[in-house]
């Protein structure tokens, strides 16, 4: 399902606790995107990478953090300083310097925390 | 940020008719414009996009139209069927970020036979 996966599937956590969350391609794309879906929100754009060692923020980035250490890797920390971090999280790739505009979504990480 | 507005926020049409979901953008940098279904449970996929050096697009029962002028952008499907029941989603790329995208809150389609 485009080779793009995440992990874990589901992932509890207590309040006040910082939690990581994985995404991996291996579709030698340059860009990887974080978006957070809520329930009549639509996909909000979290943070996002267009190259190694590089990010940018995007609309919903307060209380988030992410490092992209690797092509193939966009981890996604959740701090403790997100007000309601409890939602559906995707994570994508594309290949924009291919002018190829479509994104690939992993199959979601629905973080609850308690 | 710049917004994406979709209408309506559910549909509910009869198989075999048309259905026509809607699509306002505010960043006039935009220059792409996908539509992506999501089934339940499932994560979404691409099923059309436009660029906006084209007026539209069609792909089978599909297509897509992009007015620049008046920043608005519509997905017709044609000849529903059952299995298009899904939440569809516009999107438009964010200026010059490299197809970053803002996306609309979404559509319910329900298709009844």
């Known amino acids: 399902d485009g080779g793009i996966t995440q992990s874990p599937k589901y992932l509890f956590r207590k309040e006040g606790q910082n939690v990581t969350l994985s995404c991996e391609q291996n579709?030698?794309?340059?860009?990887m995107y974080w978006y957070r879906q809520d329930p009549g929100q639509g996909l909000r754009l979290i943070y996002y990478s267009q190259i190694v060692n590089d990010f940018q923020k995007g609309d919903i980035a307060e209380g988030y953090s992410v490092s992209r250490e690797k092509k193939e890797s966009f981890p996604l920390t959740v701090t403790s300083a997100q007000k309601n971090p409890t939602a559906f999280y995707l994570c994508a790739s594309s290949n924009p310097g291919q002018g190829e505009g479509e994104q690939f979504f992993g199959p979601g990480t629905r973080l609850t925390v308690l | 940020g710049e917004n994406v507005e979709q209408h309506p926020s559910t549909l509910s049409v009869q198989e075999g008719d048309s259905a026509v979901i809607k699509c306002t953008y505010s960043?006039?940098?935009?220059?792409?414009f996908p539509w992506y279904k999501q089934e339940l449970g499932k994560r979404p996929q691409l099923i059309i996009d436009?660029?906006?050096?084209?007026g539209e697009k069609k792909d089978q029962r599909i297509a897509v139209t992009l007015n620049k002028t008046a920043k608005h952008f519509s997905l017709h499907i044609t000849e529903t069927q059952p299995e298009d029941s899904a939440v569809y989603f516009c999107a438009a790329s964010i200026g010059n970020s490299g197809y970053a995208l803002n996306f609309g809150k979404g559509t319910s389609l329900l298709v009844t036979p």
């Open positions: 436009i660029r906006s050096n084209v």
């Open positions: 579709l030698n794309h340059d860009a």
């Open positions: 960043d006039s940098a935009s220059n792409y």
